[in-house]
């Protein structure tokens, strides 16, 4: 089965081979011969030196050239304009070049505990994103701009594209402060569906029932709020916090 597979791949590949080069022969790009505008990076060096740093920063950013140059995803390169500095992102990136100058400076005034000096690049701190939030304040950020929804969706397309990447901390604790945090600003109902995504996420979790019965009982639902307290009874038989709501659930719903 695996053979026949990488064979089918390979067949993908050779035809790709074969289409590719005669669209690309009419916009031929290549790295100009002398760059012309270096404000940070040594100018006296051929633009060809810049092909691995240009395309580390697409890589640690998970961007395109667009994301900091001018030109329009789709259109050849040529009709980028590589020296223009009007794409604002690209004075950012130079500003993280100085920061990352002066870092490195100061990391050599260190002697490293481990056998090597660890080398900070761009990637350290972005892992593929464009601005390296948390995933609390990527949320966070989505739920200011476009609302509770909007935020949900984003967890589903962030854990999608970099679960396994490192990039963010998928554990519970994200998404039961980030709900703790909206709870506290008054917004009863998107911390409720905040910690209803981590009982999905992780539903063997006494504590993640915990912090949604309490949305529930923040925003006055004594009926769930007692149904997800009995939960978290149900997975952590000793848990005195549940036991306690549950006796001042009990005696709110005689008054
Ligand atoms: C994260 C931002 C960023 C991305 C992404 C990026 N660049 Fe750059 N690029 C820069 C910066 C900043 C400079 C100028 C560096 C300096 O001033 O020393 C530059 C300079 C250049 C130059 C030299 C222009 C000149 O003549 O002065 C070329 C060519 C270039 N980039 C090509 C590319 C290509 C091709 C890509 C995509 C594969 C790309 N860049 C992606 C930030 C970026
Ligand atoms: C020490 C951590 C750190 C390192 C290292 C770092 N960055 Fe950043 N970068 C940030 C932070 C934080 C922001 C977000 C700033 C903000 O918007 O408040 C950012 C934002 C940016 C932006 C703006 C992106 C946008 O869409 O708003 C660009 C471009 C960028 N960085 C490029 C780079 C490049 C290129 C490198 C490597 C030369 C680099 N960064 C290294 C922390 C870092």
Redesign the pocket.
């Known amino acids: 089965m695996a053979f026949r597979r990488s064979h089918q791949l390979y067949g993908i590949a050779l035809l790709a081979v074969i289409v590719v080069p005669s669209s690309q022969s009419q916009d031929q790009w290549t790295w100009p011969e002398k760059p012309k505008n270096l404000q940070v990076l040594n100018k006296d060096w051929s633009g060809s030196r810049l092909s691995p740093i240009m395309r580390g920063?697409t890589r640690?950013?998970g961007?395109r050239c667009t994301?900091?140059h001018v030109g329009e995803e789709g259109k050849p390169l040529t009709s980028y304009d590589f020296v223009s500095d009007a794409n604002p992102?690209?004075d950012?990136?130079r500003e993280?070049?100085r920061?990352?100058g002066s870092?490195n400076d100061h990391l050599k005034k260190i002697k490293p505990s481990g056998d090597k000096p660890v080398n900070?690049?761009?990637h350290?701190?972005?892992r593929g994103r464009?601005?390296?939030?948390t995933l609390g304040e990527e949320l966070g950020e989505q739920y200011r701009a476009k609302g509770i929804d909007a935020a949900l969706e984003h967890y589903a397309d962030l854990k999608l594209r970099f679960a396994s990447r490192g990039a963010y901390d998928f554990g519970e604790r994200s998404l039961n402060d980030l709900g703790f945090e909206l709870l506290e600003k008054g917004d009863a109902p998107a911390a409720i569906k905040i910690f209803k995504l981590n009982t999905d996420e992780f539903p063997k979790s006494a504590n993640t029932w915990d912090s949604l019965a309490e949305g529930y009982m923040k925003a006055g639902d004594i009926k769930l709020a007692t149904q997800y307290y009995e939960k978290v009874l149900e997975l952590d038989p000793k848990s005195e916090n549940a036991k306690e709501k549950l006796k001042t659930l009990k005696e709110s719903s005689k008054k």
């Not at 464009?130 to 939030?133: D, V, Y």
């Open positions: 920063f640690s950013l961007v994301h900091c992102n690209k950012r990136a993280m070049l920061m990352l870092v900070m690049w761009c350290t701190c972005h464009p601005r390296p939030l």
